[in-house]
């Protein structure tokens, strides 16, 4: 339906190739069902798609579930709904750490031509940012950053990430 209306009011066209944003946002709500969240309330945290800064798609979950418990599944439902009924051209892809997993990466690389996924903090990682070289410093919402791309050869080597 949410595509629908996208198409229906012309901020969705077939052959448009478009920025897929995805994150889990919490919803407070009062309900039985509803789980007590790290947010300190109850409510759920349904997976959020959004093109352009318009919702393109929303799938509910438990509040209290791993951001990436079935995941894949959703992105996956969402990327056939957007090939197979809009018919757009996913080119780039953007999650936060919630989305960082090989199986994650695996669908969502297999969908767009560019995907950017914040890489989960790990111990392993951080000795390798420690030790690389190769940043770009710059400002990023007023606040001073070091920016750099590396490689992730561990992690589904095959697909040279």
Known sequence: LLLK????????NPGDCVDLDFDHQFIAADKKDAKYSYKKADGYF????????????????????????????????????????ARVVV????????????????????????????ASNCQSRYVEFMEHEDWTETDIGG???????LRFGAMLPDMNL
Do not use: M, W
Request: aromatic content about 8%.
């Open 5 to 12: 209306c996208l198409a229906a009011t012309g901020q969705l």
């Open 91 to 118: 080119r780039n892809f953007r999650a936060d750490c919630g989305s960082f997993s090989e199986e994650i990466l695996v669908v969502v690389s297999s969908h767009c031509e560019h995907f950017y996924i914040r």
């Open 46 to 85: 349904p997976g959020v798609a959004s093109i352009g800064g318009v919702i393109a798609g929303v799938e509910n979950r438990d509040g209290n579930a791993n951001v990436r418990f079935h995941q894949a599944d959703t992105l996956e439902r969402l990327f056939n709904r957007l090939e197979k009924h």
């Open 143 to 149: 606040r001073h950053c070091g920016v750099t791309s």
